[in-house]
């Protein structure tokens, strides 16, 4: 244990996903150690973030204004809405640059464990959206796991009464430059069942 | 298929255990608690990623140790593979093959298949449900290794489902059971545990149906009198907690093979009738979790009214049926005989070491050297305070 502040940095430090007490010690001490300039510049940062972070009203994606930079966007397809679990879904998805267009962050899956259910999550926005706006396609590219798979049924189960609307789930599958032998029964299992004509 | 070395590093009692190792029989003699059915552990875990002694993987690890490491050289038909499991209580464990990293341990199921028998067999007859799920969901793996993926995500979709059950049942279970809202909720787990639970249910009842004549062939063989038959005959039918929705012919050597989509049906209606039940008493009440297999002798329920000879038979009759089964389907997998001899009476002993001095590779334990039976002389090592020596 060290003494008062350091150790309740290292502390705050260690509650952070993926710090673990080593992690937390050596981050405190390098903050220790740098210029005090930085550190003021971090904890500027971490005040706005406390203050509240702005979250598009549109799509829930993080924001700096009302709306995101996406959904501000008159070049994206106002038709196809690609439905993310979190932010950084977003990010991966458009790094692809195959996808044009608009987002709707739910905010997480559905986890009953942890007590999130429907409402926890941005679902009554998406179904405002879809009633609202022209939008004919709905992608659900929630995680290939337990709960993002629930979340893709039951968003499968809302979304089927919408005329006119077609839904469709992102393909699951082999990574590219992988290895057929190497990969496992349930991926290729899924692969082999989502498989294409060519 | 057998091992050709076998290395332990902080597995339980051994610091450090480096055997090399041929085909046939190898006998470990020591006291108890001297680490010889740690070394059958290890050879399990390769094949199963579980112990039949413990549940969790902390007790695995040497005392003050952060990971144990079990490394062995398999050799099948002309192939030789070396595999490599690191265990980390907390952390995710890892595996390599031929020195090669792999993605998930459960990517190593598959290349050892081994057949265990122990003292704690005889709760396949006289335990609960629980230990005999176990036996058909291992058996399984070894069968088919994808089947741990669909069952450790089937056992998230229960967990998932029942803390949903939990919460929504708070209200009332009538309340809830009207409620649309909580209902359409609740269908999303229905239908992820129907999916995953009928592929499940599949795969055991044509396991079971594949097992059955194996197993009674395999009683025949270990109760009937020398030259004679025995007065009963065993069996074994896969009890569903689909009870009558369950089709009749699934199961059994005569039957049908299993349809899964027949079974998906067949669950996601049996759910939704249990529905009030299920969230008044806030668990999953349908499902293999639930189900159970029967093992009759004579026609009745062993359980309750076999003797202990009896139930030792069929103990014995469950675990020569599985080595049948993985032979014929898998390649001839490794006998573990843990300390089971001195259990049994001479003539069970006999036929036990029949079979184990045929295999291609049997690892036996055994406290003193009058517990092993004359067929299986082999390389035999004495197990003493932490060191194996080669007699």
């Known amino acids: ?198 | 298929m057998h091992l050709r070395h076998l290395q332990l590093t902080d597995f339980r009692s051994w610091e450090h255990a480096d055997l090399e190792l041929g085909q046939g029989p190898i006998v470990l003699i020591g006291r108890n608690g001297k680490g010889k059915t740690n070394v059958l552990e290890a050879v399990g875990y390769l094949a199963t990623l579980g112990s039949h002694r413990v549940s969790s993987d902390t007790p695995l690890v040497r005392h003050e140790r952060e990971r144990a490491l079990i490394r062995a050289a398999v050799v099948n038909g002309d192939r030789e593979l070396v595999v490599e499991l690191e265990i980390s209580p907390g952390k995710s464990n890892r595996a390599r093959i031929n020195r090669g990293a792999v993605g998930r341990p459960r990517d190593v199921l598959g290349i050892v298949h081994t057949v265990l028998f122990a003292p704690e067999d005889l709760s396949l007859v006289k335990g609960d449900p629980a230990e005999r799920r176990r036996f058909l969901d291992d058996l399984l793996v070894q069968r088919s290794p994808r089947y741990a993926g669909i069952r450790s995500e089937y056992d998230r979709v229960l967990r998932q489902r029942n803390a949903l059950l939990k919460s929504t049942g708070k209200r009332g279970a009538r309340a809830a059971a009207d409620d649309p809202y909580a209902l359409s909720t609740l269908a999303v787990w229905d239908s992820q545990l129907a999916e995953l639970g009928a592929q499940l249910l599949a795969a055991r009842l044509d396991l079971v149906a594949d097992l059955a004549p194996h197993t009674a062939a395999a009683y025949d063989g270990i109760a009937g009198s020398p030259g004679g038959e025995p007065d009963k005959s065993a069996g074994i039918t896969y009890r569903s907690s689909l009870g009558s929705a369950l089709p009749a012919d699934y199961g059994t050597p005569e039957g049908q093979r299993a349809d899964v989509d027949i079974l998906i049906k067949a669950l996601g209606d049996a759910v939704v009738e249990s529905r009030e039940s299920e969230l008044e008493r806030g668990v999953s009440l349908i499902g293999p979790h639930r189900d159970d297999l029967e093992i009759t002798l004579g026609g009745s329920p062993a359980k309750g009214y076999a003797s202990h000879g009896e139930s030792w038979s069929l103990a014995l009759a469950l675990r020569l049926a599985s080595y049948e089964l993985l032979r014929d389907e898998a390649g001839e997998p490794i006998l573990l005989l843990d300390d089971v001899f001195a259990e049994l009476d001479r003539h069970r002993r006999a036929r036990l070491a029949e079979v184990a001095s045929r295999a291609e590779q049997v690892f036996v334990t055994a406290a003193v050297d009058e517990d092993v039976p004359g067929e299986l002389t082999g390389v035999r090592y004495t197990v003493d305070e932490g060191r194996l020596v080669r007699e």
């Open chain 1, 1 to 198: 244990m060290y003494e008062g502040v350091v150790q309740d940095l290292i502390d705050e430090l260690g509650r952070l996903p993926g710090v673990g007490p080593k992690s937390a010690q050596r981050i405190a001490f390098h903050l220790l150690s740098s210029d005090p300039a930085d550190i003021t510049r971090l904890a500027e940062v971490l005040g706005k973030v406390a203050e509240g972070v702005q979250f598009c009203e549109t799509c829930g994606n993080v924001a700096e204004q009302e709306q995101c930079r996406i959904c501000r966007d008159e070049r994206r397809e106002p038709n196809v809405i690609c439905v993310v679990e979190e932010s950084k879904d977003v990010l991966a998805v458009e790094r692809t640059r195959e996808f044009k267009g608009r987002y709707h962050v739910l905010g997480g899956a559905l986890d009953p464990l942890s007590g999130v259910g429907p409402d926890q999550l941005r679902m009554r926005e998406l179904l405002a959206r879809i009633s609202s706006d022209e939008v004919t396609e709905v992608i659900i590219a929630t995680d290939p796991n337990t709960e993002g798979e629930a979340t893709a049924t039951y968003l499968v189960r809302v979304l089927r009464d919408f005329p006119g609307l077609t839904v469709t789930r992102l393909a699951s599958g082999l990574p590219m430059g992988g290895d057929l032998e190497f990969a496992d029964e349930l991926t290729l299992g899924r692969a082999l069942s989502g498989r294409r004509a060519l």
